[in-house]
């Protein structure tokens, strides 16, 4: 009897090892099919024997999921009315699938954010209302930040808070709070990446790198994500609007001081905020920075009270202060937010020469900070009639303006029309060729004096 019972269990082992191979080559046969399709973006030819897998077994490869997004995103903006809004909710529903059935490929913040960006494209058709989407990004948000990164819904996610403030469902704080959040999400992304970018920037006065094709596809990918921020944080601000001004700010900062004074990210928010929006001839800004030094000292609160110091005409006192903030900053990218900070504050006295030193430190520490080569060239447009001999040489320095503006350019993908345009108009203003010819000049190294201290070739006809 034992061995009638051990031989029907062995029979039915291998039936069921029969059953699920003949399932694994259907399914893998299935899958080919529309992989195959797919790839060749025929997506409508690919579509019936994909759900076919789909709904036969969710879990046999996450490809199901890959191509399957693809499939229904070509479907959606094929179709029109129900049958568009039915294959929205798939796509919504193949998302939800992906994480329950490949959790480890489906990063949360990354695919709810996806999901509550398809919603808000088709809100009509599905009858969202702002509070629905906006808790839908909040979620998203909450579950996972750290792979919330799409900038789209970044900005989605902001401009809804907008509209609800605008609407008086969300608070001025509530307003407030979360523009700093997504703020400084943008900032940590565009770090993220200007990181990774600059392993492929030389720097001021070093030999191009050469890189490899993989790798050229890598800083075309960086440069294209930190365009899309660098639109994104323009357009937050945009919305954002007179919303934040110092007429709105010091009050309510006011009102909350004493509740937040021991908060150390409240009171590095206000001073930023408040520095941002030119509030800082206001007593209150004073007081903030104050706290936030007795509390936190950090490099944020050391360049500010160098900056009251500034504007104290405690010159000597405030480069204490300055250099001590570039001193507390270990982090390159964050260092060379401060440098350029203090360049420019140098740069408004009209402390030229300090002021291109201090652009330069920041250049060292992030060689992609075109904007400190556009400070510069201005710098250099607005010494022209000072820094030459005669009328050639100090036009020759518009030269000079237009080669630093066009580092700009180069380093910072962000800055590539603006670069152009301020070469356009400094070349403009340099000596042209029939001058370059009467004058026998071409070729020549002209040595421009003043704070400049630099040389400029006058080109060859």
């Known amino acids: 009897m034992k061995t009638k019972i051990t031989l029907l269990i062995a029979m039915l082992f291998v039936s069921v090892n029969f059953v699920s191979a003949q399932s694994n080559e259907e399914d893998m046969a299935t899958l080919s099919i529309f992989v195959e399709y797919a790839k060749a973006k025929n997506y409508d030819a690919a579509y019936t024997p994909w759900m076919e897998l789909r709904n036969r077994n969710p ?13 229904l995103k070509h479907k959606i903006k094929g179709a029109a009315g129900a049958d568009k809004l039915a294959f929205v909710n798939d796509l919504i529903k193949l998302w939800d699938q992906r994480g ?15 999901s509550c960006q398809l919603q808000y494209d088709n809100r009509k058709e599905l009858g969202k209302s702002k509070d629905e989407l906006y808790n839908c990004f909040d979620a998203a948000y909450k579950a996972d930040a750290k792979t919330f990164t799409n900038p789209k819904s970044l900005y989605t996610y902001f401009s809804l808070m907008v509209d609800l403030y605008d609407e008086g469902k969300k608070t001025p704080q509530q307003l407030f709070t979360k523009y700093d959040e997504i703020t400084e999400k943008v900032e940590s992304e565009v770090k993220n990446y200007t990181e990774k970018k600059n392993k492929f920037t030389p720097k001021e006065g070093e030999e ?33 609007g007179d919303r934040a001004n110092c007429e709105i700010l010091i009050p309510i900062y006011t009102n909350d001081f004493e509740e937040f004074k021991n908060d ?31 509390l936190e000292p950090n490099a944020t609160t050391a360049f500010y009270i160098g900056l009251l110091k500034d504007k104290a005409g405690q010159s000597s006192e405030a480069l204490t202060y300055y250099n001590q903030a570039v001193e507390l900053e270990s982090d390159k990218f964050k260092k060379a ?5 203090i360049a420019t504050s140098f740069k408004k006295k009209g402390s030229y020469g300090q002021a291109r030193s201090y652009y330069r430190k920041a250049l060292s520490n992030n060689p992609s900070m075109g904007r ?7 710098m250099y447009a607005k010494s022209a009639n000072n820094c030459g001999t005669d009328n ?32 356009a ?32 070739k006058v080109p060859t006809l």
Not at 208 to 224: G, R, T, V
């Open 59 to 71: 879990k046999f490869n996450n490809a199901i999921y890959v191509y399957g997004e693809k499939i």
């Open 100 to 114: 329950e059935h490949f959790a480890s490929k489906t990063p949360k913040g990354q695919y709810m954010a996806k």
């Open 208 to 240: 191009e790198i050469q890189i490899s094709s993989k790798d050229a596809k890598k800083l075309k990918s960086y440069n294209s994500y930190l365009t899309a921020y660098d639109q994104i944080s323009g357009s937050i601000d945009k919305k954002m």
């Open 264 to 294: 150390g990210v409240w009171l590095q928010r206000a001073m930023n905020r408040m520095f941002a929006k030119e509030c800082t001839d206001d007593p209150l800004f004073v007081k903030i920075v104050e706290q936030k030094n007795a």
């Open 337 to 341: 937010k401060i440098l350029y900070k």
């Open 372 to 378: 400190c080569h556009l400070a510069i060239a201005q």
């Open 392 to 423: 050639f040489s100090k036009r020759a320095v518009y030269w000079l303006a237009a080669q630093e503006a066009a580092r700009a350019g180069k380093v910072d993908p962000t800055l590539k029309k603006s670069a152009a345009k301020s070469v």
């Open 425 to 456: 108009n400094y070349n403009a203003k340099a000596p042209q060729k029939s001058e370059i010819f009467s004058s026998g000049r071409a070729g020549e190294t002209i040595k421009i004096g003043c704070w400049i201290g630099s040389s400029v």
